[in-house]
């Protein structure tokens, strides 16, 4: 029986993973899902949203650059913590194109950090939003992560839900460090 080969460490395997609305609070009928994959040049994560998006208050199409309060409306969110200390980075990623990129040292405890620029490709149709973000290595801490994944949608009624891969706490909180689920390890 020949030997099987050893993964490429430049290329790891893809997670899947499903959000759910936060149970306490009304959620229109989607699904949310994508997958993430860690590799030697970053972190590359695609995150689909399926239902009827004209329900959906979508952003228009802007310049791809940084802007803040993203998660006031229709947003994608990343967050990363290594595998020492409490520190951890925030990412946000619109329909629009544009990102937001934060650092923490502590629960909720803002850092100065420079941005790190995502690459940010979003296609939206009839029945399904998909969007790709690419970080790069620089961006995230080094060592082994724990990763919490999650959506704010906007309805074209002005009403937001919340998404996540878990809801440890009786209100939406994404800092929640209960809420980091997915492990990523340095090595593939």
């Not at 650059?65 to 969110?77: G, I, K, S, Y």
Request: proline share 12%; glycine share 8%; with cysteine.
């Amino acid at each position: 029986m020949p030997a099987a080969e050893p993964a490429s460490p430049s290329r790891a395997r893809a997670l899947p993973f499903a959000l759910r609305p936060h149970p306490a609070l009304p959620a229109p009928a989607f699904v949310v899902s994508g997958e993430i994959e860690r590799g030697s040049g970053g972190l590359v994560v695609r995150y689909a949203v399926r239902g009827d998006l004209g329900r959906l208050r979508l952003p228009p199409p802007m310049p791809p650059a940084a802007a803040d309060d993203l998660w006031q409306h229709t947003c994608l969110e990343l967050f990363v913590a290594g595998d020492e200390g409490a520190g951890y980075r925030e990412f946000n990623f619109s329909p629009s194109s544009q990102w937001a990129s934060y650092a923490f040292t502590d629960y909720r405890v803002r850092t100065e950090a420079p941005p790190a620029a995502p690459a940010v490709d979003c296609r939206a149709g009839a029945d399904a939003l998909v969007l790709r973000a690419t970080l790069p290595a620089a961006a995230l801490p080094p060592g082994d992560w724990r990763l919490g994944v999650a959506a704010v949608l906007e309805t074209c009624d002005g009403d937001l839900s919340w998404w996540a891969l878990h809801h440890p706490a009786a209100r939406p909180d994404f800092h929640h460090r209960d809420g980091f689920v997915l492990a990523l390890t340095e090595r593939p």
